[in-house]
């Protein structure tokens, strides 16, 4: 591990560096927060560097800082669930309709082709204006329209390596195809699967501010970075820097994010490219 | 002195970025209109040497000491304009896939004419001219048209043709030929063998000839160069290294070619296998016609014949990935089901296969305890410190230490790949081997070897092999009886030393006569018997 942070270039070092940052902001930002999420504690759009308000106040006058935190472990915390729960549906699924082939494969592939072709942003929209927005139903939709992505990738790696021979002598060998899918075909797609857990959850991630900043994602006063861009707006207007912070949060984080996944595979293609 | 090597040194970088050396220190000279040979085994360098006669190395590497002049000019130090006007010009490549080489998007006369343009020769209509002459003297069928194929549309005999005219366009002083002929079938090879050299002849270009294969080395070179990990082992006439080898090393590699064969004892027990009238196809496509034969216990027979003639395709229908349209199979005296799925598990475990490529055949996430343990665990049941003590006792049988069990394929050679995939058909205790072109993607000593341990293990258990094959070399060595398969038909069998002695079937005999023998005129005989 040492080693691997040694050959890393700077910048992926950076961004490794952020994540870590943006991590321990999610696990520890609520316990550290100076004050309680939703309580007005000062005058409105106070500028950055007020005193006793490190990044200055909101819409509202709350504790820009505190939403941050608070907002940094809805956001990301959420955007890791989806993107847990999308991965194991997706990539079981989908290695099960490559090594089961045939019509299952095809049926599999159709009807995720058909969700696919929506734009996520639209089919979600329509699902949380129906449903209308409640966690569970935020969560379970993005989970199936990432989930659908993840189908996709899975069952191209899957279709690869299922035609490998040591798959074949598997089969030849009497094994199961839960058996196949867990001992041969997963450990050998883990890297690509990793490397696109990372972009995927950048989309989810995205997604979910985006849903928020149209304010069908996470519903006030629940601090969360894509409504607090929605919130403060019109500061904007006034000249004031209120809404960059959280938009630059999610920028930052979406940046390093992919700086690592860029990172990791190439790792993984020169690693493939050596056999 | 055309080519110039001294002393040449080229780094490059292992799977941790560790630095080795791949050539350490080679000297050789190349005079006009005259063919060298470099051999050696895979990792020898003799790649890497060739490339460096274009003043190329693969990314990674790098030149670190030495010289290599051609004509005179430095062409380790040559800046890359200078470099770009000499590839192709003075000094050109011919790859071993040729398939890779081409372009699949552009006609072959325009990808072949565009190195004569790049150099200024002249018109485009001289180019095509030149063209269609060195595809007439590369014996390419049509040559006024030959050029306004895709890729695809042509052999990959013909398409490696195609690549030697390419490089012959611009008239080169120095042709590098790295392994023109090893992805091609026995038959083919020849063909190609006899254009280039007439080629290279007639143009009175000068050649370096990379490959493994002394036998093919000793059809076109002049003089022969041993490599043995980036050394240089011997260097001599091609007469000389064949016929009085000085270096213990080279006698290896003479002899496993000339390898004994296999003489052994009858056997007395019921037949392990039948195929009967087997058909099979592919979709629409009829590929076996009315195959039949017959392995009896603790016996070998080998299917041998071209690429295309349905033996790898009789391997599939026999262990039931491939269900036949007609006949039946039976083993041991039970009749085998005919689709994969209505097959018990104990008919599993007493038919094995072990594969071409080991690389792809093992996964590579897998430790050796895990590859050869889960047939234990699979068919025997055993488990935990059971499964550990019998794989070791697999490894010791197929010669690899017992540390290796916790080793993964990418720690492994190819060889010893290939033997973790023999440990894992034997940890079934099988009844039957199938073996599908075990040794063709070896190194030949290495391959020798495998043949030894496979021999030794059939003495040890009465183990049955199906053996199939295109090298008839390994069929001289190991066989009892021999099937010669021509599209998807069984054409000659019997015992091997009636098929392989006087008088043969025709195919048979082509076949025989197509592989390479150790002599330098052998080349020559072949080419004129065949008039």
Redesign the interface.
């Known amino acids: 591990m040492g080693r691997l942070f040694q050959r890393m270039p700077w910048i992926t070092r950076l961004g490794l560096m952020l994540v870590v940052l943006f991590a321990l902001a999610a696990l520890f930002g609520p316990f550290v927060a100076p004050y309680p999420e939703a309580a007005t504690v000062g005058d409105v759009w106070q500028p950055i560097g007020t005193e006793g308000f490190l990044f200055g106040t909101d819409t509202l006058g709350r504790d820009m800082l505190s939403r941050l935190l608070y907002g940094a472990q809805r956001s990301i915390g959420l955007a890791l669930i989806i993107t847990v729960i999308s991965f194991t549906v997706g990539a079981i699924c989908g290695f099960l309709a490559a090594i089961a082939g045939g019509w299952v494969d095809q049926l599999a592939s159709r009807i995720v082709d058909v969700f696919m072709s929506f734009p996520a942003l639209i089919l979600a929209l329509l699902v949380l204006s129906v449903m209308g927005s409640s966690l569970p139903v935020l969560v379970l939709t993005l989970a199936f329209i990432d989930g659908t992505r993840v189908f996709r990738l899975a069952r191209a790696v899957a279709v690869d390596l299922n035609v490998l021979e040591f798959v074949e002598a598997a089969r030849l060998r009497g094994e199961g195809q839960w058996w196949i899918a867990r001992k041969e075909i997963l450990p050998n797609a883990l890297p690509m699967l990793l490397a696109e857990f990372g972009v995927r959850f950048c989309f989810s991630f995205l997604l979910i501010s985006a849903l928020s900043f149209l304010g069908l994602g996470i519903q006030p006063p629940a601090a969360d970075w894509g409504g607090m861009v929605k919130d403060n707006a019109q500061a904007l207007a006034f000249g004031l820097p209120a809404p960059l912070l959280p938009a630059g949060c999610i920028a930052l984080l979406t940046i390093s994010v992919n700086l690592v996944v860029d990172f990791m595979l190439d790792q993984a293609a020169r690693r493939s490219r050596r056999g | 002195m055309l080519l110039e090597i001294k002393d040449l040194r080229i780094d490059g970088s292992d ?1 941790d ?1 560790k630095t080795v050396e791949i050539v350490k220190g080679v000297s050789l000279s190349v005079d006009r209109g005259q063919v060298l040979g470099l051999i050696g085994e895979s990792g020898a360098g003799k790649s890497t040497i060739g490339l460096a006669a274009l003043g190329y190395v693969r990314p990674g590497c790098r030149f670190t000491g030495g010289s290599v002049r051609l004509d005179g000019q430095d062409v380790v130090n040559a800046p890359l304009d200078l470099l770009l006007q000499i590839r192709g010009r003075k000094v050109a490549y011919v790859a071993q896939s040729a398939a890779a080489s081409f372009n699949p998007a552009h006609r072959l006369i325009d990808q072949i004419c565009e190195v004569h343009q790049r150099h200024g020769l002249g018109p485009r209509a001289d180019a095509e001219k030149r063209t269609v002459e060195l595809f007439r003297k590369l014996g390419l069928p049509a040559p006024e048209n030959f050029g306004q194929r895709y890729p695809h549309q042509v052999s990959g005999g013909q398409l490696q043709r195609a690549m030697t005219v390419m490089a012959l366009i611009a008239k080169p002083d120095l042709v590098v030929f790295d392994e023109p002929t090893t992805a091609l079938d026995v038959t083919t090879q020849i063909e190609v063998l006899a254009a280039m050299r007439a080629a290279i002849r007639e143009e009175g270009a000068a050649a370096l000839y990379v490959t493994h294969d002394l036998a093919v080395v000793a059809q076109v070179a002049d003089k022969i160069l041993v490599l043995r990990h980036g050394n240089a082992v011997e260097l001599g006439d091609t007469r000389q290294v064949l016929e009085a080898p000085r270096e213990e090393y080279t006698r290896a590699l003479v002899s496993v070619r000339k390898s004994e064969s296999n003489e052994r004892g009858a056997h007395a027990k019921a037949p392990v296998l039948e195929v009967q009238s087997i058909d099979a196809a592919y979709g629409q496509q009829k590929v076996l016609f009315d195959v039949s034969l017959l392995v009896e216990h603790a016996a070998t027979v080998a299917v041998v014949g071209e690429s295309g003639s349905g033996k790898s395709t009789l391997a599939r229908v026999i ?3 491939l269900p036949p349209s007609k006949g039946r199979i039976r083993f041991q005296g039970e009749d085998l089901s005919p689709a ?1 799925a209505g ?1 018990t ?1 104990e008919h ?1 475990r007493r038919l094995q ?1 072990i ?1 071409q ?1 080991p ?8 430790t050796v305890l895990e590859i050869i343990g ?2 234990l665990t ?1 068919y025997a049941g055993l488990r935990g410190a059971d499964v550990r003590r019998k794989v070791e006792e697999l490894l010791a049988r197929i010669e690899l230490p017992a540390h290796f069990a916790d080793r993964f394929p ?1 720690e492994l050679s190819g060889g010893q790949k290939q033997r973790v995939c023999i440990a ?1 058909a034997l940890a ?1 205790e099988p009844e039957l081997i199938i073996c599908d072109e075990v040794t063709s993607a070896l190194d030949p000593l290495v391959a020798d070897e495998i043949l030894k341990l496979l021999l030794k293990l059939q003495d040890e258990q009465g183990v049955s092999y199906l053996f199939i094959t295109h090298d008839l070399a390994t069929v001289k060595a190991i066989a009892h009886e021999v099937v010669v398969m021509q599209r998807g038909r069984v054409v000659d069998s019997g015992r091997k030393e009636e098929v392989m002695a006087p008088p043969f079937h025709d195919y048979t005999g082509k076949l025989l006569r197509s592989v390479p023998e150790m002599r330098t005129d052998w080349l020559d005989e072949v080419l004129a018997g065949r008039v």
């Open positions: 799977l970025g262990t039931g990935l994969l097959r598990k599993r296969l594969y490529m690389d792809v055949a093992v996964n590579p996430r897998h889960r047939p699979f990418g894992r079934a």
